[in-house]
């Protein structure tokens, strides 16, 4: 095994500093710089009560520090608040239902785009969010879009994202002749075919799988130049770059372990720590499982994990996809300044960097002070998670946020597109034909 | 014993009653008090049964999206999803899907309650046990099914290539028709118990007199089977047999743990796509179309089965025609 290990690393931690600035992240501090803005004055009201709805816990510390946090509201604002943790698939419609019949919860962490889809019953959050970016070194792009609604009055608050990045073994990469990830497609197909050669192939899930599926394919597509929608929502998915992404992504998939084509969320996970694959995307959880493993040969197998930026294609920069959760308040609350106090209080410091350590960097932030949280640092293997929402691009880039755009996700448009492609079942200009017909029944105006 | 005098003043008396007051008079109409006693089941069925399908329906005229009540648009899902391939090809998997599943749970179920019906040690015990697939959630025995079928740890493959018989691991759910298949072999799996107990019932209610008259004129079990068990057993397999169908038809579960509609939407059946469209896609009103559309195939399923398989006069017990 040639390189680094973990424990080398770690020996020179400024160098590992160092090495995650080479590969184009922002340095981190180690420490959250907060400015000194004075705080909005909520007049909370008397005998307020607040219900939040959240989704259920990926990781065990993000709910146990979620819910000190808000018993740490209620210790210093009085204000009872009930928190709900709800199953991914149900918060979307349990949310949307709070929307339409003007009850249930007040606040609400809610997926991707969802606040898009009514936005004339959320309350205005702009006092909160101007703070907030102005203490907090800044909302990243992406924070905007997915915050801002038509009229560029923030109606929500993304507060973290969940990104895919490349999970590797680096004693299989290096033994395929490369010492990190490559950062462009070319070398990247390369080490594919190296690692298959070598038997440790890559995988990437093809089937319909909402976060593994959705997160490559778009990467796909995107990093060719391809987009599903112009800026002015016009389908644009049938175009040269599209079928140009189309066939590296056939080339990359005859290289990959068989049976992708099937794999739902969990399947990389378990080829990946079953030693099956040498290289998957995913979010941090695959090295957090090997880390904490009580099974010895796992627990080994951490020091070999690593993590790395999805390569840059041809349109030349970070083309990369993530889940979103986005805070919003109902108007329909009693209590809109109790609940604004609220949404402030968890996104602060004092609340928010304990929150995502526990998370252990699951859910990365939209505020770029959260930058210097030490979690990015203390295990340079943290890093590649760290600016998931300064490079991620939103589900129905180019254009608008909103109920075609979730449509089309929620179709698996562009996911079916690419396995189409991959299996042979289609030639890239005939997946990409179907593709432009099923997004323009949901755009059509 | 009273005589005939007391028992016409006896019958002038209850037809002279009620003397009492409108509400006794009126509950003591019978019409009036079978509607009352109708009341409460009707009910339930209106607010359980019937206006979930209204709203069902009606939604699927109208566009309305989760979060947003929709506005009448007539027709324009049904011809939307007419020019949608996806549709399509979701109602041919659902009619493969029904078809296929249906013919293997009839074939191994009443083959299955064939051997069930002879004489066993252990008789209640192997019938208890023929019902677990039945019994387990259908969530637990899908998980199960994954696993049976994962492209790197399936237990099939893995058998088989220990075996030598295979150099590689099946794909068994990465092709639309390996998909297909599998699906279909994990339905079949679990509606065999069903079939199977309740094609039972109907054996044992067969007179054994019969077999032995047909015994003793020399017929072969095949011409017992044709002749006595098949025509006997029809008004119950007709039963069954629609049940079977409305329940495939309509199967949702084990698609969406096992394959979620993939690879690339080819597994999909109207339940799972109506599903995707209508809650993580928010298009309510046109997962709802897809979901009325079924409609019309269940109800042909529905009389098929009651009058190609079940012509009335068998069971009022008058011969077949």
């Known amino acids: 095994m040639t390189g680094f290990t973990r424990r080398d690393t770690l020996k020179i931690g400024a160098g590992a500093l160092a090495g995650t600035t080479l590969l184009g992240y922002r340095p981190a501090f180690g420490e959250v710089m907060a400015a000194d803005v004075p705080a909005p004055k909520f007049q909370v009201e008397k005998g307020a009560e607040l219900r939040v709805l959240r989704p259920a816990k990926f990781v065990q510390g993000d709910e146990t520090l979620f819910l000190q946090n808000t018993e740490?509201?209620?210790?210093?604002?009085?204000?009872?608040?009930?928190?709900?943790?709800?199953?991914?698939?149900?918060?979307?419609?349990?949310?949307?239902?709070?929307?339409?019949?003007?009850?249930?919860?007040?606040?609400?962490?809610?997926?991707?785009?969802?606040?898009?889809?009514?936005?004339?019953?959320?309350?205005?959050?702009?006092?909160?969010?101007?703070?907030?970016?102005?203490?907090?070194?800044?909302?990243?792009?992406?924070?905007?879009?997915?915050?801002?609604?038509?009229?560029?009055?923030?109606?929500?608050?993304p507060i973290g994202a969940s990104g895919g990045a490349i999970v590797y073994r680096k004693s299989w990469i290096n033994q395929a002749g490369y010492?990190?990830?490559?950062?462009?497609?070319?070398?990247?197909?390369?080490?594919?075919?190296?690692?298959?050669?070598?038997?440790?192939?890559?995988?990437?899930?093809?089937?319909?799988?909402q976060g593994d599926g959705n997160t490559w394919t778009h990467w796909l597509i995107w990093a060719h130049g391809g987009a599903m929608v112009d800026e002015k929502n016009k389908v644009i998915i049938?175009?040269?770059?599209?079928?140009?992404?189309?066939?590296?992504?056939?080339?990359?998939?005859?290289?990959?372990?068989?049976?992708?084509?099937?794999?739902?969320?969990?399947?990389?996970?378990?080829?990946?720590?079953?030693?099956?694959?040498?290289?998957?995307?995913?979010?941090?959880?695959?090295?957090?499982?090997?880390?904490?493993?009580?099974?010895?040969?796992?627990k080994a197998m951490a020091e070999d994990i690593?993590?790395?930026?999805?390569?840059?294609?041809?349109?030349?920069?970070?083309?990369?996809?993530?889940?979103?959760?986005?805070?919003?308040?109902?108007?329909?609350?009693?209590?809109?300044n109790a609940a604004k106090e609220y949404v402030r209080f968890i996104f602060e410091k004092e609340q928010y960097e304990p929150w995502q350590k526990a998370s252990i960097g699951y859910w990365s932030h939209p505020l770029a002070?959260?930058?210097?949280?030490?979690?990015?640092?203390?295990?340079?293997?943290?890093?590649?998670?760290a600016e998931v929402m300064k490079n991620m691009l939103w589900y129905g880039y180019q254009g608008s946020l909103g109920y075609a755009s979730a449509a089309t996700l929620a179709d698996f448009i562009i996911n079916n597109m690419v396995s189409q492609v991959c299996s042979g079942r289609s030639t890239p200009k005939e997946a990409a034909a179907e593709a432009q017909r099923r997004a323009e029944r949901y755009y059509r105006t | 014993m009273p005589g005939p005098d007391m028992a016409i003043a006896a019958e002038r008396k209850r037809v002279a009653q009620p003397t009492g007051s409108w509400v006794a008079r009126t509950l003591d109409n019978p019409g009036v008090l079978a509607f009352l006693f109708m009341l409460p089941a009707a009910t339930l069925l209106l607010v359980f049964l019937t206006y979930p399908l209204g709203l069902g329906i009606w939604l699927g005229f109208t566009?309305?999206?989760?979060?947003?009540?929709?506005?009448?648009?007539?027709?324009?899902?049904?011809?939307?999803?007419?020019?949608?391939?996806?549709?399509?090809?979701?109602?041919?998997?659902?009619?493969?899907?029904?078809?296929?599943?249906?013919?293997g749970k009839f074939a191994l179920g009443l083959w299955l309650a064939l051997l069930l019906n002879?004489?066993?040690?252990?008789?209640?015990?192997?019938?208890?046990?023929?019902?677990?697939?039945?019994?387990?959630?259908?969530?637990?025995?899908?998980?199960?099914?994954?696993?049976?079928?994962?492209?790197?740890?399936?237990?099939?493959?893995?058998?088989?290539?220990?075996?030598?018989?295979?150099?590689?691991?099946?794909?068994?759910?990465?092709?639309?028709?390996?998909?297909?298949?599998?699906?279909i072999a994990a339905n079949i799996w679990r509606g065999i118990p069903f079939v199977a107990i309740c094609l039972l019932a109907g054996l044992q209610t067969i007179s054994p007199s019969l077999y032995e008259a047909a015994a003793l004129d020399g017929a072969t079990s095949w011409q017992r089977f044709r002749h006595i068990t098949l025509p006997m057993l029809m008004p119950i397999l007709a039963v069954v047999?629609?049940?079977?169908?409305?329940?495939?038809?309509?199967?949702?579960?084990?698609?969406?743990?096992?394959?979620r509609g993939g690879p690339a939407g080819t597994t999909h059946l109207m339940a799972t796509l109506a599903f995707q469209r209508a809650i993580p896609g928010g298009q309510l009103g046109e997962g709802a179309a897809i979901a009325v559309a079924m409609i019309p195939f269940l109800l042909f399923a529905t009389l098929f089965s009651y009058f190609a398989l079940a012509r009335r006069k068998w069971q009022q017990g008058g011969s077949d025609d």
């Open chain 1, 306 to 336: 690593y993590h790395a930026p999805f390569p840059i294609g041809p349109v030349g920069k970070p083309t990369e996809a993530g889940l979103l959760i986005n805070t919003m308040v109902f108007k329909h609350t009693k209590y809109p």
């Open chain 1, 369 to 385: 002070a959260y930058s210097g949280n030490p979690i990015w640092t203390e295990d340079p293997k943290h890093a590649a998670y």
């Open chain 1, 179 to 209: 010492e990190t990830v490559p950062t462009d497609i070319d070398n990247f197909l390369k080490l594919a075919q190296n690692l298959k050669k070598n038997n440790h192939p890559m995988g990437f899930a093809l089937g319909n799988a």
């Open chain 2, 241 to 259: 047999m629609t049940f079977s169908i409305l329940f495939t038809f309509t199967d949702f579960q084990l698609i969406y743990a096992i394959t």
């Open chain 1, 72 to 157: 740490r509201f209620t210790q210093t604002t009085g204000v009872k608040v009930r928190v709900d943790n709800e199953s991914w698939e149900d918060l979307r419609p349990k949310t949307a239902v709070a929307a339409n019949i003007g009850s249930g919860p007040d606040v609400v962490l809610a997926w991707n785009d969802d606040p898009h889809q009514y936005p004339d019953k959320l309350l205005d959050l702009t006092e909160v969010a101007e703070y907030l970016g102005k203490k907090y070194g800044g909302w990243y792009p992406i924070a905007e879009r997915y915050g801002k609604g038509t009229d560029g009055k923030w109606i929500a608050m």
């Open chain 1, 238 to 298: 049938d175009s040269p770059q599209t079928v140009a992404a189309l066939e590296y992504g056939k080339q990359l998939y005859e290289n990959f372990i068989p049976g992708t084509m099937s794999w739902l969320d969990p399947s990389n996970n378990k080829a990946f720590l079953a030693g099956e694959v040498g290289l998957t995307a995913n979010g941090i959880s695959v090295y957090y499982s090997a880390k904490n493993s009580t099974d010895a040969a796992i």
């Open chain 2, 63 to 103: 566009d309305t999206k989760i979060g947003r009540s929709g506005v009448f648009i007539g027709l324009e899902n049904y011809e939307s999803l007419f020019q949608d391939s996806m549709f399509w090809l979701a109602v041919s998997n659902t009619v493969l899907y029904t078809v296929f599943a249906t013919i």
């Open chain 2, 118 to 183: 002879n004489h066993l040690p252990a008789k209640a015990l192997i019938r208890s046990i023929i019902l677990v697939p039945w019994i387990v959630p259908t969530v637990l025995s899908a998980l199960a099914f994954w696993w049976i079928y994962d492209p790197q740890f399936s237990i099939i493959s893995w058998a088989l290539t220990e075996m030598g018989l295979i150099d590689h691991y099946i794909d068994f759910l990465g092709t639309p028709n390996n998909a297909r298949a599998s699906l």
